[in-house]
């Protein structure tokens, strides 16, 4: 069973004031997240003949995710509608020439692309919410330096690139993070033209961050030496944002009852721009208990992007065998099994499956 994250918020929008009265909205998208990725789970998979593992696993868990069923996240109930004929973005503030530019305009001007890996900073250990696109757009600091930023606002600690958007959301980014050449204003997802509910007609990529910085329906551009707090962090959600290291079992990811002696398991592993090392993975309990050993490791689509594993779990007798696994960034540090919730900064902790072998 697949079911896309609107679908879901349909279903879920009908029954939603008599299943979550009186609990807050962030345990609300907690539940959300883990409900999506029930649904969307998948059962144990076997590789084709003939087929390399790391090219079965890609198949599995598709490398590139699509369009709509990228999942969806905003501060409103609908995507606000605009008109790329009749949308102008403003970039203004503490810049010697703003700047209006229509959509025909920025299109015009040199496009990036970049596969790069997204996910909510609400999304629970394992959940569902993360996805992988390739983004096209152009660079902010292209209209940075059209603009006109001086030296002196570049040099400030305070400075911060606002950003507002059509529904009311809005949030900064430093002046560093915004003259970063990967940093991009996007127009495009997956080849085609950005989709309403991914931010139409303009949203902001910001590598290694959460979903939360990474702006949609932008409607103007902002520089200011005088700082600023943004919508989610007003309400104690982390400013930096940075994404924490994270694995995942896709296949299976729940409680399994096998009757075989080898199973694969397969998943993805994201550290944002620190990128992954390793992924390991341990199982069994008692004498059965198997020390970490490495996945096999897909190299990944770009340096921003989630890496894909394979590991095959042998047994040796019927029984219950609970798995383990973690990842390794690219900085050598490895995912720690300390437990924490999404707020303020993400959630941390080790995702388990229960496999349970009969037969042999």
């Known amino acids: 069973m697949n079911v896309t994250r609107r679908r879901l ?6 029954v939603a004031p008599l299943a979550v009265v009186g609990i807050p909205r962030d345990a609300q998208a907690s539940m959300m997240g883990r409900l999506f990725d029930w649904l969307n789970s998948r059962p144990v998979e076997t ?18 995710t699509a369009n709509d069923k990228f999942y969806v996240q905003s501060i409103g109930h609908s995507a606000p509608k605009l008109s790329r004929r ?3 973005l403003n970039v203004k503030g503490e810049v010697t020439e703003p700047l209006s530019v229509a959509y025909a305009e920025l299109s015009a001007l040199r496009q990036e692309k970049t596969w790069a890996t997204m996910t909510c900073i609400g999304n629970p250990v394992g959940g569902g919410q993360i996805g992988n696109a390739l983004w096209e757009g152009v660079p902010l600091k292209t209209l940075l330096e059209r603009s006109g930023v001086e030296e002196n606002v570049r040099r400030s600690v305070s400075a911060r690139v606002i950003f507002r958007a059509a529904d009311g959301y809005h949030d900064a980014i430093s002046i560093e993070q915004a003259f970063d050449s990967r940093t991009l204003l996007c127009t495009r997802m997956n080849g085609e033209i950005l989709p309403r509910d991914h931010g139409a007609p303009l949203r902001l990529l910001l590598p290694g961050t959460y979903g939360l910085k990474n702006v949609k329906w932008i409607e103007s551009i902002e520089i200011t030496t005088k700082g600023h707090g943004g919508y989610w962090q007003r309400r104690g959600w982390s400013d930096e944002a940075i994404v924490e290291t994270l694995s995942r079992f896709e296949a299976p990811r729940r409680r399994v009852e096998v009757q075989a002696s080898e199973v694969w398991l397969v998943g993805s592993a994201f550290a944002g721009e620190r990128g992954i090392h390793r992924v390991e993975v341990t199982y069994g309990q008692g004498k059965y208990s198997r020390p970490w050993a490495p996945a096999l490791l897909k190299k990944p689509l770009g340096p921003l992007a989630w890496s894909l594993w394979a590991f095959p779990m042998r047994f040796e007798k019927n029984g219950f065998y609970p798995v383990t696994v973690r ?8 995912q720690t099994d300390e437990i924490s919730d999404p707020q303020p900064g993400g959630s941390t902790g080790r995702m388990g499956l229960s496999i349970y072998v009969k037969g042999l």
């Open 47 to 64: 590789p084709r003949p003939g087929e390399g593992i790391l090219e079965f696993a890609a198949r599995v868990v598709p490398e590139v």
């Open 86 to 88: 009749e949308w102008r």
């Open 327 to 334: 990842a390794v960034d690219g900085a050598g540090d490895v």
């Open 9 to 14: 918020l349909q279903v879920a929008g009908r």
